[in-house]
C-alpha cells in the first residue's frame, strides 16, 4: 500500500472509530491506539499536502486561525416554538391538530427538548460541507470549522450508509455537564466571570474565533430534524431511525404518542428522570409525525401549528434569609452572599447564594428574616429570584434590609467602586489578608507553579503562624520552620521544601501567569514570556510597548504597566529572582537568533516539515508566531494553498511572502 493508500485508509478508519466512540459509546480500540492511528494521519498528511482534505480526522484537533464568520441566508428559514409551561396548553394543542386534521388519526413524537443552541448541517455526497447557526432565523453564522471539532457530528458518512446525495439536518449543540463543571472550574481559579449555564457556555463555545478552544471545550450535538428531497413521504420518527443508521446521534428517549395521556406519561417521566441525562434539557418538544399532516396543519408567522414545546418548570424553593456575608477574593472584589436555613433544591440542600453584586442586593430589597426564593433552573448554581413579600406581615424576626458593606469585613479598608464596574473592591491589596493569601493560593495552583504539596490549608497555616505574606516568602521557609514544635511534620514539610525547590524550574511564561497580574490569564502569560524574554525587558515595556504583544488592549497593558510600578509588587518579583524562580525565557532552546524580534505568520500546507515543527522552528530561532497579518508582520512563511485574504492583505501591506524553501534557507536548515 503507498501512503495515498494508507492516508485514505486511515481517514476512514477514523471516521469509522470516532462514530464508535462518540456516538455508539462503544470503541473497539483503545484511546492509545487511535492516538497513534491519529499520529500517523497526521505525519502523512504533512507530508502529502496534495491530499488536503477539510473534512479529515486531524480537523478535529482544531486551529489557532481566526475565524471570521460568514452570513449564510439559511435554504428555509428556522423557526421557533410555540411555548408553554402549562399542562392545559398542550391539552388545547393536542385538541386544535385533532381538529385541524379532521377527526383523521394522527400519532405525535415526544422527545426532550435539549438547551444549548440550534445548528444546521448540510451534507454534500456524504460529506459535511456547511454548519450555520440559527442567527436571526432567515441567516446565521457559518461556523463550519467549529462545528468540525464536535465528535458526534459526521465529518463523513460511511459509503452506502443510504443517506441521500444532499440533505440538511438541524440540531443542538450543546455542553455536557461534565465539560461544563470542569470548564467553569478553571474559570473559577483564573478568577473569571463563570458561566451561568451549558447553553451559554456552548454558545460562547460555539462563536469563538480559535477552533482549538472549541476542541478543548468538548461540545456535543443531537439532531432533530432532517430535511431532503428524498424523504419528503418519510415521517418524522422514520426519519430520525434513517439519520442514526447514517451516523448521526439522535436522542434515544423519542416516543410516539396516540393520546393525550401517552404525553403526559413522557412529560411526567422526563420531569423526574431528566437530571440523569449527561446534558441540559429544559422541556419536550412536540411533533406531529406524518409530513402530509404537518403540511396541512402548516404554519404561523413565527412557528409550526404542528409542534410545540412545554417547558419544564424551574425548580423553586423557599426559605429564611439568615444573615448576609461579604466575601472577599485575591483580586479585592467583594461578593455578597446568602446564608439561608438549609432547603432541599432540584437534588442538593442549599445553604447559600451568590447575591453578585449591590444592584443586584438592591433590586431584591432584601430584609435579613426575609423568605426568599432560590431558584435552580439552566442555572446549577442556586440563585436568590424574589421575596415572599406578603410573608413579611406578622413577621417578628424581620430585620433590616441589607445594606451593602461599606467597608471590607476582612481588613477594615473603605471599599471603592470603579467608574463602569458592578463590583465593589477592597483596595488594601498589600495587606488584606484573604488577598494576600488568595494570592499566594494562585501562586501555588496547578497551572502556576504546580506546587501541589502545599493547598489553601497549609497556605492558612502558614500565614497565621506569621511565616509567609507573599509568595516569595515561601522561598525562605525551612524545614525546622514548618514541622510541629516536637519534629512531628517532619516527612511533610520536607515534601514541601523540597517542592518548592523543584519549582524554580518552572519556565518564566508560568511564573509570570503565577503573580496573578490582573487580566494575566495563561494565553497572556504566554505572550508577554515571548515576546519580551525576561522580567527585566517587560518591566523597562512603556504602555504602548506592551500594546504590540498578541492578544494585549489597552485594559490588560494599563494592569500590567501599573503592577510592575508597584513596590511591594517589584519587591517581591526581586526576592523570587533572588530565591532562583525563572525570571526569563531559558535561551538555551535557542538555535540561532536569525528571527530575533520577528513576528512570523504560517500560512498554508507544506511538504517538508508540518506546520507545527515550522512554529516550533521559528520559535527555536528567536521569533515569534502570530496568527493574523498586521503591518508589524515580519514576512509570512506561506505555503500551498494559502487562503486568499491573506494573501490579498498581504499585499495590501507589503508583507514579504517567503517560501518553505527559501525559509529553510534563512534558517541555515537546508
Ligand atoms: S424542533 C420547526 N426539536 O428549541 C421545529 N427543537 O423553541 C424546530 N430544541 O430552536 C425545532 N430540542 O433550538 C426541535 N427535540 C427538539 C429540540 C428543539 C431543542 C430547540 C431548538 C429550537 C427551540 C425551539
Not at 550 to 571: P, W
Amino acid at each position: 500500500m503507498n501512503e495515498t493508500q494508507r492516508i485514505l485508509q486511515l481517514r476512514k478508519e477514523l471516521h469509522e472509530h470516532n462514530h464508535r466512540y462518540y456516538v455508539e459509546n462503544a470503541p473497539v480500540i483503545s484511546d492509545q491506539a487511535f492516538d497513534a492511528l491519529m499520529d500517523e494521519l497526521m505525519q502523512l498528511e504533512a507530508r502529502h499536502p496534495e491530499l488536503a482534505d477539510p473534512n479529515s480526522p486531524s480537523v478535529r484537533v482544531g486551529s489557532d486561525l481566526s475565524h471570521e464568520f460568514n452570513q449564510v441566508v439559511h435554504a428555509r428559514p428556522m423557526l421557533s416554538l410555540g411555548n408553554t409551561y402549562s399542562r392545559a396548553d398542550v391539552e388545547a394543542f393536542y385538541q386544535r391538530v385533532a381538529e385541524g386534521l379532521g377527526g383523521a388519526p394522527f400519532e405525535i413524537c415526544c422527545e426532550l427538548k435539549f438547551d444549548g443552541l440550534s445548528i444546521s448541517l448540510h451534507y454534500e455526497h456524504r460529506r459535511l460541507v456547511l454548519a450555520v447557526t440559527r442567527g436571526d432565523g432567515a441567516v446565521g453564522d457559518d461556523v463550519t470549522e467549529n462545528v468540525k471539532t464536535i465528535r458526534t457530528v459526521p465529518l463523513e458518512l460511511p459509503e452506502g450508509c443510504g443517506c441521500p446525495e444532499s440533505f440538511e439536518i438541524r440540531g443542538e449543540v450543546l455542553m455536557p455537564w461534565a465539560s461544563f463543571e470542569r470548564l467553569n472550574a478553571e474559570r473559577e481559579a483564573r478568577e473569571e466571570p463563570l458561566f451561568a449555564n451549558p447553553r451559554n457556555a456552548a454558545s460562547g463555545t460555539l462563536k469563538s474565533k480559535s477552533s482549538a478552544v472549541v476542541a478543548q471545550r468538548r461540545l456535543d450535538a443531537y439532531l432533530y430534524q432532517v430535511y431532503a428531497d428524498e424523504l419528503a413521504a418519510l415521517p418524522h420518527f422514520e426519519r430520525l431511525q434513517a439519520a442514526r443508521r447514517w451516523g448521526f446521534q439522535t436522542s434515544g428517549h423519542i416516543r410516539l404518542a396516540r393520546s393525550v395521556d401517552e404525553i403526559f406519561d413522557y412529560i411526567d417521566y422526563w420531569d423526574q428522570h431528566r437530571r440523569e441525562l449527561p446534558v441540559a434539557t429544559d422541556g419536550i418538544v412536540l411533533k406531529v409525525n406524518d409530513p402530509a399532516q404537518q403540511q396541512a396543519l402548516g404554519f404561523t408567522a413565527k412557528s409550526p401549528r404542528w409542534a410545540i414545546a412545554y417547558k419544564f418548570k424551574a425548580e423553586r424553593a423557599r426559605t429564611l434569609l439568615r444573615e448576609v456575608t461579604f466575601q472577599v477574593g485575591r483580586t479585592g472584589a467583594v461578593t455578597p452572599v446568602a446564608n439561608m436555613d438549609p432547603v432541599q433544591l432540584a437534588g442538593t440542600v442549599v445553604r447559600r447564594a451568590s447575591l453578585h453584586n449591590a444592584d443586584i442586593v438592591r433590586s431584591l430589597d432584601l430584609h435579613l428574616g426575609d423568605y426568599v426564593y432560590v431558584e435552580k433552573a439552566g442555572e446549577i448554581i442556586p440563585q436568590i429570584v424574589g421575596v415572599d413579600t406578603e410573608a413579611r406581615a406578622g413577621n417578628v424576626a424581620l430585620g433590616a434590609p441589607v445594606q451593602f458593606a461599606t467597608h471590607c469585613p476582612e481588613c477594615g479598608a473603605p471599599l471603592v467602586r470603579y467608574p463602569g464596574e458592578a463590583a465593589h473592591y477592597c483596595p488594601a491589596s498589600s495587606t488584606c489578608p484573604p488577598q494576600l493569601k488568595g494570592r499566594i493560593e494562585h501562586f501555588i495552583s496547578r497551572d502556576a507553579m504546580n506546587i501541589d504539596t502545599l493547598g489553601p490549608e497549609t497556605v492558612d497555616d502558614y500565614f497565621e503562624r506569621g511565616l509567609i505574606r507573599d509568595a516569595a516568602d515561601l522561598y525562605r521557609l525551612r524545614v525546622e520552620d514548618l514541622c510541629g514544635p516536637d519534629g512531628n511534620r517532619l516527612r511533610s514539610a520536607q515534601r514541601v521544601v523540597e517542592a518548592l525547590e523543584e519549582s524554580k524550574g518552572v519556565p518564566f511564561e508560568r511564573v509570570l501567569y503565577a503573580l496573578g497580574i490582573r487580566f494575566v490569564g495563561k494565553v497572556v502569560a504566554k505572550s508577554l514570556a515571548r515576546h519580551f524574554r525576561s522580567m527585566q525587558a517587560l518591566r523597562a515595556a512603556t504602555a504602548e510597548a506592551l500594546l504590540e504583544v498578541e492578544g494585549v488592549g489597552d485594559t490588560i497593558a494599563g494592569s500590567v504597566y501599573a503592577f510592575l510600578r508597584d513596590e511591594a509588587n517589584i519587591d517581591q518579583i526581586e526576592r523570587l529572582a533572588a530565591a532562583g524562580v525563572q525570571m526569563e525565557v531559558e535561551q538555551k532552546a535557542l538555535a540561532s537568533q536569525r528571527l530575533e524580534g520577528q513576528s512570523v505568520v504560517v500560512s498554508g500546507t507544506f511538504s517538508r516539515h508540518s506546520r507545527d515543527e515550522y512554529k516550533q522552528l521559528i520559535e527555536a530561532h528567536g521569533g515569534k508566531n502570530v496568527g493574523s497579518i498586521s503591518k508589524k508582520t515580519a514576512f509570512i512563511l506561506a505555503g500551498e494553498a494559502m487562503g486568499p485574504s491573506k494573501r490579498e492583505k498581504a499585499e495590501k501591506l507589503g508583507i514579504p511572502l517567503v517560501s518553505e524553501e527559501d525559509f529553510l534557507k534563512i534558517l541555515g536548515e537546508e
